[in-house]
């Protein structure tokens, strides 16, 4: 029997076998904390545990399972709160009370409910992995599609009537080439650390819609694609990811307190379970996995949580469903892999960080994509990750690092949040390389326009941007009058679109349609204003229409679902000119 | 047997302890001097054979022969009961006020355990403290924590103690009111202006201290927040009451923990703290919150000196990724005679827009609160551009803004140290101070809430009653 020889922290060290792989997962100690092996040398292997090792003595022993570790995947997951290593948090309260103990003993998923399966594969069919040969629907808008493990295909030689069975039961019988007959059930497992497989990759065409503005229109993400959303403390990282998950067009979310505050997720389990999705009219827990692994839980489990989550998201791609991942935060993670490598006393690169972080990121990020899997016609996992740079210094380690394996980065900004302006995407450090992708799809769901107007609104804020430098040292009185034009029209830019109010019951999801329109009026406005200004009107009597006011509150005064109101603001713009300025400028 | 004669190396506040068997990670240990003194270690690494121990009182006067270690095989524990309230505890949880030992109801390992997210409550009830710039702009909410990121000479410590006089209310719901006070590494006569305020403003005896002063074993200040809070989730969690810790000084903390990381040869991360530095923080401030099952809570109000005013330091920037908002100190603000000189833009309670408004503050409350902020932060802009092209330049919206910016300094953030305002003369003042901008300025608010606020003659009427 193989036994502990040393104890640090999370790591564990075993002298002298050669029982282990890597990676495998142990159970490790009198009370079988769950451990990973994380390296192997002549004399000693190496174990990071996943559960506070307080009390644990050298001599106890240590286990192999004889597989890596690995999430257990089938119906159940959907409305679950895991902790990094999936157990489920509300099993281990009901065995544990308030507080979570080391060796918590339940099981991934419950095992004694009955799904209603219902048979896409008959006897004599020829399945292959990935195929789905069961469905059941697992909650009131997710249809569960199980597949046939990879690795496994042949004749079906048994096969399950429709009806109710655990996850337990077998549902069908596969005999492959050899004769080996294997029973397949409604789960699975799969190893975390493994992307799943899939048959292409497709290009990426269609942006995830978030209902968010800034997002949206100025630096939109794509299904299955990858952002970085970095920002100091206080810039509203945890709201925007709140934000997403709860109005982005995926099927699934699965959302990973990856280090973070508990009352947070208390927050999103509450505010989840009495949110009504209105595309279905289900609560959005019923399509929402959370992942917490707060703060001070076991630092080991928190760089598991990141794995667990992408394996669950591909699943759920592999059925043929678009998912979306916010992982909060993953500094983070990027900390608790620093932690462990300094405890292994690995030579340290940047600021402590192991050098394999960049290799340990791009990992992660390139598991996001728009895929062909074997048993569906498409599917995608967009990947939303939250960073913490330490000092809110963008220059460190894990920010310049994630920036190189993401395609979008929206960059929160300090001075915006003090100023109270959410969300704090800041536009001139913020980027999405998606845009000129999607202009083919704006262009055929909204409006051909809508890629000129937007690329206008960037570059009237950049304008802005120049123009301020100079008001800042004189002032804007200075200004020509075209340019102060500028500078009302980048506020309201900034004021009236670009701001959005999550707590406002219309503002906080803004169809892609109201977006264009807002966008519209806003271009409209500058160039009626623009002209006249040039015909020689005052900038201060077009001001003083009022207008601009007007275009800041339009996001509130006209509701989400009455864009033919639109038409009538632009009616009022137009005429406002004329009845005002006609005998000047004689339009 | 566990009991082991001499040592085979020191270093630092480090022994280690050979031909060992069956030591825990975690577990205390007594040491033995020759001279027959007693000090307490704690297993911070075991290797088969070998154990290094922290001692906590210091190594000075140890030496490799003469010292015996006995191990306990338990953890780190305080011992609980009711009648810790009214006590005063050194930094390690041992009785130094003469009145004796505690009987112990029960033994709190002082690790505590993670909270599990399921069984927490999402806090909601706000805590009125009677002071308008947390009440209105960063309100605390009861199971929150809340640091004070102060500087060296700033009042963060008249501001805590008001906190504490004024917020003392028992619940409707019946549970009792008690502060926890852990002091780290602060000066003897700061913690005397505690223990006496406390004793003045009549809660003293709702009152455990743990101090370890600035000439105390910096090893025990590693315990001293971890004594506290295993004290305070007794007494919330089991003994259903409202429980407010306040830490002081988080940085004298972390710098203990860095002293102990480098003695024991860990590679440091940023400015040579540990790279746990984070999760070590987490596991103090993560204690706070409500749980299902009880009606007590634990609240946090950390308090620390930011180095050199920097809060990207990192202390002050692990503890705001990890706490729900942050009180900011100012400088400037003190300097002009602003009590309490909070800087309102970096400040933030992340709990408080589910904690105010309608059933909890007053309706309007989220509306004065946005439109302060937005104003406030404008004045920042007007003032850089005053200092430039001088206040006679400026365009008429901007000096209102400046003027403004004065009167809510002057009117809203200062107060008296035993002033206590009501939710509503605080957010009645906040919207009198508004009317000294012009009512388009007012962008955050809608038109009808604007015709029942916007009062520029209650400004005047202010102006005139109080001129401060």
Known sequence: MNTVYSINGPVVKVKNTSDFSMLEKVAVG??????????????????????????????????????????????????????GIER?????????????SEGAQVSELDTSKKWDVTLKVAVGDEVTGGQIFAACPETGVIEHRSMVPHGISGKVVFAAANGSYTIEDTIITVEDESGTRHDIKLAQRWPIKTPRPYKNRLPIHRPLITGQRVIDTMFPIAKGGTAAVPGGFGTGKTMTQHQLAKWCDADVIVYIGCGERGNEMTQVLEEFSGLIDPKNDRPLTDRTVLIANTSNMPVAAREASIYTGITIAEYYRDMGYHIAIMADSTSRWAEALREISGRLEEMPAEEGFPAYLPSRLAAFYERAGFVEPFGAEEGSVTVIGAVSPQGSDFSEPVTQNTKRFVRCFWALDKSLAYARHYPAINWNDSYSEYTDEFSEFYSDNV??????????MASLLAEENKLMEIVKLIGADVLPDDQKLTIETARVIRVGFLQQNAYHKDDTYVPLQKQFLMMKCILALHDKALAAIQSGILFTDIVATGLFDVLVKMKYDIPNDEPERFTALEAQIEKVFDDRFAGVNGS | MRLYNGLKSISGSLIAVDNVEGIGYDEVADIRLADGSLRRGRVVEVDKGRAILQVFEGTAGLSLENTRTRFTGRPMEIPLAEELLGRVFDGAGRPIDGLGEIHAEKYGDINGRPLNPVMRSYPRNYINTGISSIDALMTLIRGQKLPVFSGSGLSHNKLAVQIVRQAKIADEDG??????????????????????????????????????????????????PKCALTAAEYLAFEKNMHILVILTDMTSYGEALREFSSSKGEIPARKGYPGYLYSDLASMYERAGVVEGSIGSVTQIPILTMPNDDITHPIPDLTGYITE?????????EQKGIYPPVSVLPSLSRLMKDGIGEGYTRADHSDCANQLFAAYAKVGDARSLASVIGEDELSPTDKAYLRFGELFEKYFLNQYFDENRSIDQTLDLGWTLLSALPRTALDRVNEKLLDEKYHPEKLDELLRTSPQ
């Open chain 2, 325 to 333: 908002g942050q009180i900011v100190l100012d400088r400037e603000l």
């Open chain 1, 88 to 100: 489920p948090l509300r099993d281990i309260a009901a065995a544990d009370g308030v507080y979570i």
């Open chain 1, 30 to 83: 009198e009370k079988q904390l769950v451990g990973e092996v994380i390296g192997i040398n002549s004399d000693e292997t190496t174990i990071q545990v996943y559960e506070v090792t307080t009390g644990m003595k050298p001599g106890e022993p240590v286990a192999g399972t004889g597989a890596p570790v690995s999430a257990v995947l089938g119906p159940g997951i959907i409305s679950n709160i895991f902790d």
């Open chain 1, 447 to 456: 409006d051909p326009d809508f890629a000129p107007m937007r690329r206008r």
């Open chain 2, 175 to 224: 549970a009792d009111f008690g502060v926890v006070f852990a002091a780290m590494g602060v000066k003897n006569d700061v913690a005397d202006y505690f223990r006496r305020s406390f004793e003045e403003s009549g809660v003293l005896e709702r009152v455990v201290m743990f101090l370890n002063l600035s000439d105390d074993p910096i090893i025990e200040r590693i315990l001293t």
